[in-house]
DNA sequence: CGGGTGTTTGACAGAAGTCAAGTGCAGTGG
DNA sequence: CCACTGCACTTGACTTCTGTCAAACACCCG
């Protein structure tokens, strides 16, 4: 497995015909992305772009799945809560994700956010009304969905055969792709969530996740530069250690 | 989280309207149970049933996703190789549920059988077509999408956050979840899965499982029957445990 | 009946979790 | 402007769980 292929779950798909959104900002993200000029007007009426502020709860377990939200801008995290109080995160959501996606009646996680940012909420019946009216963007969810399983899929190697150093490795990395995707460099990028959640999301505690930072470090492979700004001086050697040849 | 919605990533679900599919057997499953007579008939002329055995490839990580696989009867594994050479299984499948379906051009995992069976193969084009043809079908496949993926991520949380004992209680859990929903008695049902084969899906060692086991069945929440028969006493205090309460 | 595969069990080593203390940093308020 | 305060992070010591290695056993298939 490539561990640039890791990411946190992330769909991320960029618009394959720009165009632009007045209500949502410029950027053609999510669904929407298969829509042309007219299909994304139609939309536009139905959608208002929202500001969102760090820790901001968008929508909870169990909740009725009212709406699906676009995140146009900022981190977002996305968690499970297990009986016992401790969490999962399943996956860092970021600018051009849609989250809120189910199946089911409910959702099926947490979504809270890290950062300010904005998002643009499209109710249940506007998504239905979308898929009916516009069939292409019905193959675009089903693509969408199966990037998704894929990326989770890829956690799931990742958490359950790495050790805790490989763990973080690939995580980075996957910051690194995500990032790559937004069209920001790849060795150096915002990483806003706290050595807690890392280690939610990597089956780690904190402090395994806070030495295996300080392991990367000495080794040379990452450098953090404060403000939550983190450089990847060699990222081929990181794969490398990712992948159990380090 | 319910353990009993953890399972191995299948994405099972029944026909609505049940119907015959003469090529395929009597069930009519998978995507296709979107399609109504004559859309069936339509179909079954292109796909054909075929036995498979034990320990058979249905096609490998890397490959070119030529096809979609029905299993029509049987039990499969998906997973995936690291470069080391150890192997993470993402998942079992049991008859009913499809295998291949991906966004890529390649297959994501490998599939192997782990008993004999009968699988359909629907090449990418004839799934093309018949998502063209049948709109009804996409609305399908863009469920079981959402719901494998509702179900990887129960996964993700069970090899996360759990511990050993933990992993295989929602593992059986999941066993009998999967056989409930083929309609087979939920608390007794064949688990044709190695040890070693359930560690690399639970992320722990063939000797962690063994012993779980063994600690299981000395509380009596497990009972091996033989011919990979298994039977739970108390699926209630099973559940408990998985979740910590135990 | 025999051989191979899968399973169980034990002893030990090693990785990660837990508990605890101390450090650094950022935002707040005087 | 600076001290204070709270949070996140780091580091150390110790414990616990799981992995590894090894041997014996059980079971199924030929």
Do not use: W
Not at 196 to 208: F, K, M, N, R, S
């Amino acid at each position: 497995m490539n561990p640039l292929d890791f990411v946190s779950g992330a769909a991320v798909v960029r618009a394959s015909t720009p165009a632009a959104c007045e209500r949502c900002g410029s950027r053609v993200v999510g669904v929407c992305a298969a829509l042309d000029i007219a299909g994304l007007d139609e939309i536009s009426h139905e959608t208002r772009r929202t500001p969102v502020k760090a820790r901001e709860s968008l929508f909870r377990e169990g909740d009725p799945a009212s709406s699906i939200v676009m995140l146009m801008n900022g981190t977002a995290k996305l968690s499970r809560l297990m009986p016992d109080g401790r969490q999962q995160v399943l996956g860092f959501r970021f600018s051009g994700d849609i989250m809120g996606f189910t199946q089911g009646r409910m959702y099926a996680s947490d979504a809270e956010m890290l950062t300010d940012g904005n998002i643009c909420r499209m109710t249940r019946p506007q998504l239905e009304a979308m898929l009916e009216r516009f069939p292409a963007t019905q193959r675009r969810l089903i693509d969408l969905c199966a990037q998704e399983l894929a990326l989770t899929q890829d956690q799931l190697v990742t958490v359950g055969r790495r050790h805790a150093e490989q763990r973080v490795a690939a995580f980075v990395l996957s910051l690194a792709e995500a990032a790559r995707r937004r069209g920001t460099p790849p060795s150096l990028f915002d990483m806003p969530m706290t050595r807690a959640e890392i280690g939610d999301l990597l089956g780690l505690a904190l402090e395994t996740v806070s030495r295996a930072f300080t392991a990367l470090r000495k080794r040379g492979l990452v450098r953090e530069l404060g403000g939550h700004k983190v450089e990847l001086p060699d990222m081929a050697a990181l794969a490398a250690l990712a992948d159990g040849d380090g």
